[in-house]
């Protein structure tokens, strides 16, 4: 009996390890994160502070000379004066895109999602296919299309929409018409991921309680898709503001963006406090944006 006095229950030995694993699955999740988080902040968070910085340096300074960090936070209202014509070109030229995008986009997603049948991956390949190739190769091609002497242009002047000596190049509607056609997968893939979820049988109980199509549509299509088209429109919409590409070939500095001020102003101008006072002035009127629109899209979608 005095020999077993001494021997160990055990229980001050199990209690140990079932402790170690809960603390080491508490920190699973976190180490996961460790990666992407140490990369967002070695090439989002860093650069972004010293862009900060460099929009309040002495806007008096060169590369040459160097900059002098004097909180110059007047580069703001004076970059602002000076250039918000092209500010509220950059959200207007966007805005409109956005809207031939949808009106093309969203039926083109709808059909592709509960109507394309076999053909749903040819017509998916299609919408991606151009995605294949260069961004700016994609525009130059547009550039050739909207020429004067192209096929477009000549059969707007036979049916007389357009005049004699008219045009699409080096216009406004050259430009929307890039920023409509290179950003519309962005729009159209997740309205598509979203509407191929939506049950056909929600559409035939509306039909079956006497819902005409465009009812249906209103009351079931819409808002069971608002999550795809959200997305969407956030996706097409804040690249296309700061797009630069565009307005360069297929406009004229008539009708450049804010994206073509910051690209001089970096790469021609080497004015580095303007160009990153512009940058975060266009990442702070997109953000407001974004707030006001997730706010009243939410709204909505709760009503």
């Known amino acids: 009996m005095t020999a077993l006095a001494h021997v160990p229950t055990g229980s001050g030995q199990s209690a140990a390890p079932p402790a170690a694993r809960r603390g080491r699955s508490r920190l699973l999740p976190y180490l996961l994160l460790l990666p992407g988080a140490a990369w967002l902040f070695v090439f989002f968070a860093l650069p972004l502070l010293q862009l900060a910085a460099a929009s309040l340096y002495d806007p008096s300074g060169s590369l040459s000379t160097g900059y002098a960090m004097t909180w110059a936070f007047?580069?703001?209202?004076?970059?602002?004066?000076?250039?918000?014509?092209?500010?509220?070109?950059?959200?207007?030229?966007?805005a409109i895109a956005l809207v031939l995008?949808?009106?093309?986009?969203?039926?083109?997603?709808?059909?592709?999602?509960?109507?394309?049948?076999?053909?749903?991956?040819?017509?998916?390949?299609?919408?991606?296919?151009?995605?294949?190739?260069?961004?700016?190769?994609?525009?130059?091609?547009?550039?050739?299309?909207?020429?004067?002497?192209?096929?477009?242009?000549?059969?707007?002047?036979d049916v007389h929409l357009l005049g004699p000596d008219g045009r699409l190049l080096a216009t406004p509607v050259a430009v929307v018409l890039g920023l409509t056609y290179n950003f519309l997968p962005f729009l159209v893939l997740p309205l598509y991921a979203n509407l191929e979820r939506l049950d056909p049988r929600l559409l035939e109980a509306a039909s079956d309680l006497y819902a005409s199509p465009l009812r249906a549509f209103q009351k079931v299509t819409l808002p069971l898709s608002m999550p795809g088209l959200i997305a969407g429109t956030l996706?097409?919409?804040?690249?296309?503001?700061?797009?630069?590409?565009?307005?360069?070939?297929?406009?004229?500095?008539n009708e450049y963006m804010i994206g073509n001020v910051i690209d001089s102003a970096f790469l021609v101008r080497l004015d580095y406090p303007q160009g990153a006072a512009l940058s975060f002035l266009l990442m702070a009127a997109i953000l407001a944006i974004v707030f006001v629109y997730l706010r009243k899209a939410g709204t909505e979608e709760v009503l």
């Open 74 to 94: 007047g580069n703001y209202p004076e970059a602002l004066q000076a250039y918000w014509p092209q500010f509220v070109r950059s959200f207007v030229y966007s």
């Open 235 to 253: 996706l097409f919409f804040i690249p296309a503001t700061g797009d630069y590409i565009n307005a360069e070939l297929l406009g004229t500095p």
């Open 101 to 157: 995008a949808l009106l093309m986009g969203y039926p083109l997603a709808y059909a592709i999602a509960q109507k394309a049948g076999r053909w749903k991956n040819l017509l998916l390949v299609a919408v991606v296919a151009p995605m294949f190739t260069s961004f700016l190769v994609r525009t130059l091609a547009w550039k050739t299309i909207l020429s004067d002497n192209g096929w477009v242009v000549g059969v707007l002047r």
